[in-house]
Structures are given as C-alpha cells and as structure tokens.
C-alpha cells in the first residue's frame, strides 16, 4: 500500500468511541472523598528537630558542653530512641521522598526545571532536613 | 466558567474534581481504550490517571498548557509505563471505598459489555493497533494521538512536550513501519 492511500486509511477508518459510562459517577465519587493517607509529614520529621534544637540550645546557655557532647550524652542514655529518630527517620525519609520526587518527575512529563522545582520544592526540603539531622548526629 | 475557575473552586474545595472528571474522564478513558484495545487495562489505568491529577491538581499550574493536556499526558505516561513494564496495575477498584460496590461492579460490568462489542465493531482498527503495539512507544504516541485522537500538530507536541521538528520526523517513520507492520498481516 502506498504511504499517501496509508494515511488516508488510518485517517478514515472507524474507530471505537466512548459514549456513556455508567460507572464514571460512582468513581468521581470514590476518588474525591479518598483521604490523603501520604506519610510524608513535617509531623514525623519533627522529632528529630525538637531534638536538636533542644541539644542546640542546650549547647548555647550551658558554655562548658559541646554539642557533640550532648549528642553523645544523649545516644547513651536513649540509645533506642536515638537510632530511631536520628538514623532511621531521616534515611526512611531521603528514601521516601526519592521517590516521590521519581513519581512528580514521571507524572510532569519532563517539565520546565521550574514548574518541576514548584511541584517537587516540599520533598527537597524535607531531603535537606534529613540529611542535615544525619549530618549533627554523625559529628 | 474557565478552566482557572475550575481549577480554583478545585483548590478551595476538593470534590469540585469531580467537575473535571465530568468534562475529561470520557475522553481520557477513549484516549486510553484506543491505545491498549483493552476493556480491564483501560479501566485501571484511567482511574490511576484520575486518582494521581486529583493528588496533585495543586502542584498544577495554569501556564502554558490546559488542564486537558496536562491529563492527556498524565495519562500517556500511565499508558506508557504500562506498555513498557506490563506493570499490573493494582486496581482502584478492588481498594476503592464505593457507597453500593455490587451496583458500581454491575454498572462496571456492563461498560465493559458495551465497549468490548463497540471495539468489536472496528475490525480494521484492532488490526492496525495489534500492528502499532509492536512499535516502539514513542511510535505509538504520536501516531495514536494524530490519526486515532484526531490532534494537530500544536496537542500533541504541547501534550508529548517534544519539539514540532521531532513530531514530524517520528510521524514520518512511525508511519513508514506501521505500513510496513500492516502490509504484513
């Protein structure tokens, strides 16, 4: 078959159409009253940040300690609690945020670096933070 | 009202959505239907299209593109990684929290009877789709959003985000290799 007669027929031919769904209501329905069940909040991060500002401060109007010491002071004392919030928190929370990032990157199409930079702004915050409390921890 | 009203109401109060669910999803669901030729597929993967514009219609921004294109391509890429990964779509249906399940499922099954005989009325059209799944997607894109979707230049190089010069060399060859695909069978 030629190109041009190709194109004609591809351009022609009939082709499957969408009429009624009745199921369509039903699912507007279903998605707009869905809850966002999303984990990422500033909720969770925020314990490891109340921790450091407290050390911090502790730091700041009590001269003779460091705040390595106090880290140290307090990973001895809540060693649990500790890896908890300043080792897993923060890495569950690079992760997370990866990919969700990952997930605006797919669903912008490769947009312009600065819509993409609008949509995704939330989730390189929350990145920094993390790496920021594994950074004050590790030192 | 404008797609910016809309999109307004939408940030202020969440179950405007279903506005737009309203105007698109009969097309979305016809755009996705035409390209996998699949009642079940379509069905799941124009929900997850839905369910992830919902998520984020308030990262969408209003410049440049219209809400339509930004579900057109939402809804490419959704094509498009399940075409790539065969990915089994974790469907909505099953997890989804619906008033009457037994009645949605019977309005859901009867769609599906209806559009299973509408495709079966297009024999031309599944043998040149069988013939396009074989390309490779970028191929298919382009090709589904001209000749089955009936988009100008301007749509689908603003819905694919690539450059005019782009779009006409794919559509050059894609076309070349489906004729070639379709004089096969």
């Known amino acids: 078959m030629e190109m041009e007669n190709f194109e004609e027929k591809l351009t022609q031919m009939t082709k499957p159409e969408v009429t009624n769904l009745k199921h369509q209501d039903m699912l507007a329905n279903a998605i707009t009253k869905a809850k966002d069940k999303s984990v990422n909040s500033w909720w969770w991060l925020s314990i490891p940040l109340y921790l450091i500002v407290t050390l911090l401060m502790k730091t700041i109007f009590m001269p003779q300690t460091t705040l390595r010491l106090n880290i140290h002071d307090f990973t001895s004392r809540e060693i649990y609690s500790s890896i908890l919030f300043f080792i897993v928190l923060p890495i569950l929370f690079i992760v997370i945020n990866f990919i969700s990032i990952r997930n605006i990157y797919f669903l912008s199409g490769s947009q312009k670096s600065i819509s993409f930079l609008r949509a995704s702004w939330f989730n390189v915050l929350m990145i920094i933070f993390s790496i920021l409390i594994l950074i004050i921890y590790s030192l | ?185």
């Open chain 2, 1 to 185: 009202m404008t797609e910016i009203d809309l999109l307004n109401r939408i940030k202020n109060n969440p179950d405007d959505f279903s506005e737009l669910f309203k105007l698109y999803y009969k097309p979305i669901f016809g755009y996705i239907l035409r390209r996998t030729g699949n009642f079940d597929d379509t069905a799941d993967i124009a929900s997850d299209t839905f369910i992830k514009a919902f998520r984020h219609i308030n990262n969408f921004s209003y410049k440049g593109i219209s809400v339509k294109v930004w579900l057109y391509r939402i809804a490419t890429n959704e094509v498009n990684m399940y075409f790539r990964h065969k990915q089994k779509h974790n469907s909505v249906f099953e997890k989804a929290d619906f008033e009457n399940k037994s009645l949605f499922n019977n309005f859901l099954h009867d769609d599906k009877r209806e559009l299973e005989m509408e495709l079966q009325k297009h024999d031309q059209f599944l043998q040149v789709l069988n013939g396009l799944k074989t390309l490779p997607i970028k191929y298919q894109e382009v090709i589904s959003l001209r000749y089955f979707e009936g988009k100008d230049n301007r749509e689908i190089v603003e819905i694919l985000n690539i450059n005019e010069g782009t779009l006409k060399s794919l559509l050059s060859r894609g076309l070349e290799k489906l004729r070639k695909k379709c004089n096969q069978i």
